[in-house]
């Protein structure tokens, strides 16, 4: 785990709601607003459930126990933030940037994550449990023990990622790419649709691991 410095910069539940009421005025291009910018803050606790952050930023920021629950989050920016235990369940983050972010026990159970950017980021124990994460960019990140059942990760770019003991099972993989990504013999890809996926550099041990899972037509790319 990451060593990470909390912000000394604690704003109360009020001034948050401040912030998220002048940013809701901000996005309808009213007088009075200002797009939300939570950076390098420290937000554990902080209630953003249900509000309407798109494009707000919150790099930086420390996140433990925050609620994003159903929160409106497309476009946001989560870089090189920590959030343990924060909650994103049914949040809308299509194209979020989490980019070098860092988090243990996240839940992600059906959130929209279409096409969110996390390069280099380290999930651990992640709930992303029935889950949309359609051609997110997932290049170099740490997946270790995450939960990905029913999830839809059609496309999705896993290359060079970590699944140790990561669970796939029931989920969507059709076209993911999976090249040079390791673990996979500890990973679950129990009655995975694998059909389309593409695979470089494995090693004979991970075919069979894919093989023997519903990998009807995985492609295996050759140099």
């Not at 026990?105 to 950017?117: H, I, Q």
Request: negative net charge; charged residues 25%.
């Amino acid at each position: 785990m990451m060593s990470f410095c909390v912000p000394n910069n604690k704003p109360t539940q009020e001034e948050v709601d401040a912030k998220v009421k002048a940013h809701q005025l901000w996005l309808k291009k009213m007088d009075g607003g200002e797009r939300a910018d939570f950076r390098e803050m420290n937000l554990e606790n902080a209630d953003f459930s249900g509000k309407d952050l798109s494009e707000a930023q919150f790099d930086g920021s420390f996140l433990k126990d925050a609620n994003f629950d159903s929160a409106k989050l497309v476009e946001a920016s989560f870089c090189q933030t920590y959030f343990p235990k924060a909650s994103f369940k049914q949040a809308d983050l299509t194209e979020a940037e989490f980019i070098k972010a860092h988090g243990l026990g996240a839940n992600f159970n059906k959130a929209t994550l279409g096409g969110v950017d996390c390069y280099t980021a380290a999930f651990w124990d992640c709930d992303f449990t029935g889950a949309d994460l359609t051609e997110a960019a997932m290049i170099c990140t740490q997946l270790c023990d995450c939960e990905f059942k029913e999830a839809n990760l059609a496309a999705a770019n896993m290359m060079l990622a970590n699944l140790d003991y990561a669970s796939f099972t029931s989920s969507n993989c059709q076209e993911a790419v999976f090249i040079w990504a390791g673990n996979f013999e500890y990973a679950d890809f129990e009655n995975a649709d694998l059909t389309g996926a593409v695979l470089e550099d494995m090693t004979e041990f991970d075919v069979k691991t894919f093989e023997q899972y519903n990998s009807t037509n995985v492609k295996e790319q050759t140099s």
